[in-house]
């Protein structure tokens, strides 16, 4: 870690403006700044590049120019106040110094934005990256040093800086499962058409599954199976179930199952129960281990998806998605996610399940989470408000 950095023109004095034909000290730090953010060469503004680098120049202007274009600022080669700030904040990279929300003297800069948007990438916390370390940012930090084993303190300091950076590994380079599902998932296309998926509602036979308020966990899970089966038909999906009249066997059985099908995904469907009745609420599950390792990141955003538009579209509590490395979820060789639609021992859960109209708003959600995932990351589609019919169209619009 570096803790020495050259003061950037402007930081001396945050109102100072520095133009053509100014000269002085400052315009050397400027130069040097410029070099650091890649500006100054092309244009041949780095210090050593000049006869006197302390003159602020046409070369030094157009080096301006293109650092605020890049940044989105009005493009004047004037460094004014704001074009100064965002100097300042592009010198900082990752690693750089010990990144802390402290109050009164929020820290700002690139490695702050760099370190959201890495936590925005694990679906924890900030809403967005602003480059600035607020308490939303520590609250995210707390939350993945917990999730890597760290004490939650909020501080990135050297051990936090390594866990981002091995997983950063593990997402884009270093993990060839993560890699080849990805590819696979890019190469499957858009559509729908002539995929595989798995459904496997959990228990069956004499294995009920949890039972309580008059909700039979095995029954439940087969009729939203075949609500969803019903929906990915229509859409040109080969849909198998694990089991429809006997018990479908263990996990084992049941990925060994998904396995010699070579099937593109399975969907594992169940309720929850909990000791205390005020627990409610829909959960999604992935494969992943706690430490890094291997996981599925497929798995993870479908189970993303899935839950967010079972929880936008049905109103019931979040209980959100998380990595467990559960039988069925270890052993498939595809994505697989299991998703906990609410809690049987909850009586309003308990009620909300028995009506078959939110079972086939359960089923919409499931079906319109696996297109999405289809779709890809770039589309933007809002969740919870698209029905199947609207995706559908959308993507007419896409392939057209
Ligand atoms: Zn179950």
Avoid: K
């Amino acid at each position: 870690m570096s803790q020495t950095r050259v003061a950037p023109a402007g930081a001396r004095d945050a109102h100072a403006v520095c133009r053509l034909g100014d000269r002085g000290a400052a315009v050397f730090d400027l130069r040097v700044a410029l070099t650091s953010t890649g500006d100054a060469e092309a244009a041949g503004a780095r210090p050593d590049q000049s006869i006197d680098p302390l003159v602020f120049d046409l070369p030094v202007q157009q080096a301006v120019r293109a650092f605020q274009q890049r940044r989105g600022l009005v493009a004047d080669g004037v460094v004014g106040p704001e074009t100064a700030r965002a100097l300042a904040a592009a010198r900082w990279r990752l690693g750089d110094r010990i990144l802390a929300h402290i109050p009164g003297h929020l820290l700002h800069g690139d490695d702050v934005a760099d370190l959201q948007s890495r936590l925005l990438g694990l679906g924890l916390g900030p809403d967005r990256v602003d480059a600035v370390f607020g308490p939303r940012t520590e609250a995210a930090v707390r939350d993945f040093q917990r999730g890597i084993g760290l004490p939650g303190d909020g501080i990135v300091g050297p051990d936090t800086l390594r866990g981002l950076a091995g997983l950063r590994r593990a997402v884009r380079g270093g993990n060839p499962h993560a890699l080849r599902e990805r590819e696979t998932l890019r190469r499957a296309g858009r559509s729908l058409v002539g995929r595989t998926i798995l459904l496997d509602p959990g228990h069956g036979g004499p294995d009920l599954g949890c039972v309580a308020n008059g909700v039979v966990e095995a029954d439940l899970v087969l009729d939203l199976a075949r609500r969803v089966e019903g929906r990915l038909l229509a859409q040109g999906v080969d849909v198998l179930f694990s089991r429809i009249h006997g018990d479908g066997g263990d996990e084992t059985v049941r990925s060994a199952l998904a396995n010699d099908l070579a099937a593109d995904l399975v969907i594992s469907l169940h309720c929850d129960a909990a000791a205390q009745a005020q627990a409610s609420g829909i959960a999604t599950y992935y494969y992943g281990t706690d430490r890094f390792g291997a996981w599925s990141v497929v798995g993870e955003h479908l189970a993303d998806l899935i839950q967010r538009e079972l929880v936008a579209r049905t109103g019931m509590i979040d209980c959100r998605s998380h990595a467990r490395s559960w039988t069925l979820l270890q052993r498939t060789e595809m994505p697989a996610v299991r998703v906990e639609v609410g809690h049987v021992s909850n009586p309003t859960d308990a009620a909300r399940l028995s009506d078959p109209a939110l079972r086939d708003v359960m089923a919409e959600a499931i079906v319109v989470a696996i297109q999405r995932l289809y779709l890809g990351d770039e589309d933007s589609v809002r969740t919870g408000v698209f029905r199947l019919a609207e995706l559908r169209s959308f993507m007419a619009d896409l392939a057209g």
